[in-house]
């Protein structure tokens, strides 16, 4: 039964401490569940909290988004309760639907700022990749990209310049990123070049902890970095770290087969291999260079 009441009344007062706050509360309450048989000692907690639930009555129809928001987002919800054999009518205080989308928009543009792709390739996604006509080792690395992006599994993507490897780890990233991971794009070389640089700031533990902790670790043309002592020392811990985590690394690279691959990366490659093929799908593409067609260049965007 709908109580009576002058409720268009009660949704407009503007003191909320006045004396009789506890009975507009009840009031409100019984208006917003259609039961005058409520009692004022159901209510849970401050009559002033179920009233601020009341004045948000209908915001969200008229929102000025999150950041004008006066309640700064935060949404004060009457809920229903059955607690200890009782029931019970009380306030809860959480964000507003227009301030978690704005925090969700925050969060990616945070995201794919940290994800390091270059301003070039953000046009890389599995959308802009298309295989018709293209070698059937094109099409399946796409399929086996998408694959790894929804399973989590790590891969191996190798074969001569032109065939789209980094298209696909780059829409691998950004596909993750849609999805809330934390996911980073990094060239070998540059990596490497960063921790080294980093031991005279102070800023070489910070980046690779960076590369350890990420959800997704892409790391780019692995094998054209100079072959040294200290770089294979460098990212076997990286590669050993994430393997030991089960963290996702995807590896593009020009070699054409894992040893190949284990032979550009000085004495660590051997256990740097072992530690991949037990974790990571591999693929080498066997395709022609197709990024000097024009037609094909055009429908495909950006490959590597």
Same mark, same amino acid.
């Given at each position: 039964m709908?109580?009576?009441g002058?409720?268009?009344a009660? @949704?407009?007062?503007?003191?909320l401490?006045?004396?009789d ?10 208006r917003?569940f259609?039961?005058?048989?409520i009692?004022g000692?159901? &209510? ?8 601020? $639930?009341m ?8 929102c ?6 006066p /309640? ?6 009457v809920?229903r ?8 009518y &009380? ?12 925090e969700r928009?925050?969060?990616t543009? *945070?995201?794919v +700022?940290?994800s390091? #792709?270059?301003e070039g390739?953000?046009?890389?996604t599995?959308?802009?990749?298309? =295989? $018709?006509? %293209?070698e059937?080792? #094109?099409?399946?690395a @796409?399929? &086996? +990209?998408?694959?790894?992006? /929804?399973?989590?599994?790590s %891969?191996v993507?190798g074969g ?5 490897? =980094?298209h %696909?780890?780059? !829409?691998?990233?950004?596909l993750?990123?849609?999805r809330?991971?934390? !996911?980073?794009?990094?060239? =070998?070389?540059?990596?490497l070049?960063? #921790?080294?640089?980093?031991?005279g700031?102070g800023?070489s533990?910070q980046?690779e902890?960076g590369?350890r902790?990420?959800?997704?670790l892409?790391l780019? /043309?692995l094998g054209?970095?100079?072959?040294t002592?200290w770089a294979a020392?460098? %990212?076997?811990a990286?590669?050993?770290d994430?393997y ?5 690394t995807v *590896?593009?690279t020009?070699a054409?087969?894992?040893? +190949?691959?284990g032979?550009?990366l000085?004495?660590?490659? +051997?256990? *740097? *291999?072992s530690r991949l093929?037990?974790? $990571?799908?591999a693929?080498?593409?066997k395709?022609?260079d ?7 260049q ?7």
């Amino acid at each position: 039964m709908k109580p009576a009441g002058d409720t268009a009344a009660v @949704k407009t007062f503007s003191d909320l401490r006045s004396p009789d706050s506890g009975e507009r509360a009840l009031f409100y309450v019984r208006r917003l569940f259609e039961d005058d048989e409520i009692t004022g000692r159901q &209510l849970a907690g401050s009559p002033l909290d179920f009233l601020k $639930a009341m004045q948000q009555e209908g915001c969200h129809e008229d929102c000025p988004g999150s950041d004008s928001c006066p /309640d700064a987002g935060m949404r004060w919800t009457v809920s229903r309760e059955d607690l200890l054999g009782r029931t019970v009518y &009380l306030v809860r205080v959480g964000r507003c639907r227009a301030r978690q989308e704005a925090e969700r928009q925050r969060k990616t543009e *945070i995201m794919v +700022a940290s994800s390091r #792709i270059p301003e070039g390739m953000k046009k890389c996604t599995f959308d802009t990749f298309k =295989t $018709a006509g %293209l070698e059937p080792s #094109i099409r399946t690395a @796409k399929g &086996l +990209a998408m694959a790894c992006a /929804d399973d989590g599994s790590s %891969l191996v993507l190798g074969g001569g310049t032109g065939v789209g490897k =980094t298209h %696909l780890a780059v !829409a691998m990233v950004q596909l993750l990123v849609s999805r809330g991971k934390c !996911a980073v794009f990094v060239p =070998t070389v540059d990596l490497l070049d960063e #921790i080294k640089n980093g031991y005279g700031d102070g800023r070489s533990d910070q980046i690779e902890r960076g590369a350890r902790e990420a959800d997704c670790l892409v790391l780019d /043309d692995l094998g054209a970095q100079r072959t040294t002592e200290w770089a294979a020392e460098r %990212l076997f811990a990286l590669m050993d770290d994430r393997y030991r985590n089960g963290r996702q690394t995807v *590896i593009t690279t020009n070699a054409a087969s894992m040893k +190949a691959l284990g032979e550009s990366l000085g004495d660590k490659g +051997a256990r *740097i *291999i072992s530690r991949l093929s037990e974790s $990571a799908q591999a693929l080498f593409i066997k395709a022609k260079d197709y990024r000097g067609r024009k037609a094909v260049q055009g429908r495909v965007g950006y490959v590597d």
